[in-house]
């Protein structure tokens, strides 16, 4: 039993799909399931694995399951057994407590472009449990080796796939840092920077304004990227743009702790 629980709890991480693992934390009066069992619950609120507990408890728990992939937190999901009415929709008698707790895959780096920057914001990101991938042309292993992709014959950008979970950081170096851009703004990533002197992301928001791009839409663009650290060199700027990264993944403030007490 618990061989088959890790078995599938390895293949969804390696899978890197999110899932939940549901698990009967309290109990009392008669309920069928007992404290330790484990359900384990995929991204479309089926599950694949485990029981903790019957039409009493399933939907409550599948319910609390998707809200917590969503906003990846955990949450101890109260179920009354013995309450037709305000209860879970069954009289089985009893009550239960389940802890529901999120399992999410790796957010993506894409980096575009290349030099110090991208090198050390590479660096960081997998530091802090990114997926890198960077898109460039002359990307090499040896540059790189903590990516888990290199794309470096993409002239189109037909190969960046942005996906949810997806961040963006285009490092200018060349004259197409424009479309990539645009192509970065098509998906649904909750961050795309722009790293470039001012008269540089100037001349690539007129390009995107003039392509239709809609001002709102050209707000996405965090440009220039980074928090004000006051950074100056590569090694600075990539940790300010990692440090804003986190706050957008995490739903930070982005201020200093000591404002915050």
């Given at each position: 039993?618990f061989?088959?629980?890790f078995?599938?709890?390895?293949e969804f991480?390696a899978a890197?799909?999110?899932?939940a693992?549901?698990?009967v934390?309290k109990?009392?009066?008669?309920?069928?399931?007992?404290?330790?069992?484990?359900s384990?619950i995929?991204?479309k609120g089926?599950?694949v694995?485990?029981?903790?507990g019957?039409g009493?408890?399933?939907?409550?728990?599948?319910e609390?399951?998707?809200?917590s992939?969503?906003?990846g937190?955990t949450?101890?999901?109260?179920?009354?057994?013995?309450?037709?009415?305000?209860g879970?929709g069954?009289?089985?008698g009893?009550?239960?407590e389940v802890?529901?707790e999120p399992y999410?895959?790796?957010p993506?780096?894409m980096i575009?472009?290349?030099?110090?920057i991208?090198?050390v914001?590479a660096?960081?990101?997998?530091t802090?449990h990114?997926?890198i991938?960077v898109n460039?042309?002359?990307?090499?292993?040896e540059?790189?080796p903590?990516?888990e992709?290199l794309?470096t014959?993409d002239?189109?950008?037909?190969?960046?796939e942005i996906?949810?979970?997806t961040?963006?950081?285009v490092v200018?170096?060349h004259k197409g840092?424009?479309h990539?851009?645009?192509k970065?703004l098509?998906g649904?990533g909750?961050y795309?920077?722009?790293?470039a002197?001012?008269?540089?992301?100037k001349?690539v928001?007129?390009?995107l304004?003039?392509?239709?791009?809609a001002?709102?839409?050209l707000?996405r663009v965090?440009?220039?990227?980074?928090?004000?650290f006051a950074?100056?060199?590569?090694?600075?700027?990539?940790?300010?743009?990692?440090?804003?990264?986190?706050t957008?993944r995490?739903?930070?403030?982005?201020?200093s702790m000591?404002e915050?007490k």
């Amino acid at each position: 039993m618990f061989n088959e629980y890790f078995e599938k709890l390895a293949e969804f991480n390696a899978a890197e799909v999110p899932f939940a693992v549901a698990t009967v934390i309290k109990i009392t009066g008669s309920v069928s399931a007992k404290p330790g069992a484990k359900s384990i619950i995929d991204s479309k609120g089926q599950t694949v694995f485990g029981w903790v507990g019957g039409g009493c408890a399933e939907e409550a728990v599948r319910e609390a399951s998707l809200e917590s992939m969503r906003d990846g937190q955990t949450r101890i999901v109260p179920l009354d057994l013995d309450d037709e009415i305000l209860g879970v929709g069954m009289p089985c008698g009893g009550t239960m407590e389940v802890y529901v707790e999120p399992y999410m895959p790796r957010p993506e780096l894409m980096i575009v472009g290349h030099g110090r920057i991208a090198e050390v914001l590479a660096q960081l990101a997998h530091t802090v449990h990114f997926s890198i991938t960077v898109n460039d042309s002359v990307a090499t292993r040896e540059t790189y080796p903590m990516a888990e992709r290199l794309i470096t014959s993409d002239l189109d950008f037909s190969k960046m796939e942005i996906g949810p979970q997806t961040y963006v950081v285009v490092v200018t170096q060349h004259k197409g840092d424009q479309h990539s851009i645009k192509k970065a703004l098509k998906g649904n990533g909750p961050y795309i920077g722009l790293v470039a002197s001012t008269k540089r992301a100037k001349l690539v928001f007129k390009y995107l304004r003039d392509e239709g791009v809609a001002p709102e839409e050209l707000k996405r663009v965090h440009s220039p990227a980074g928090l004000d650290f006051a950074g100056t060199t590569p090694e600075e700027i990539a940790l300010s743009i990692v440090g804003e990264m986190v706050t957008v993944r995490r739903g930070g403030s982005g201020k200093s702790m000591m404002e915050l007490k």
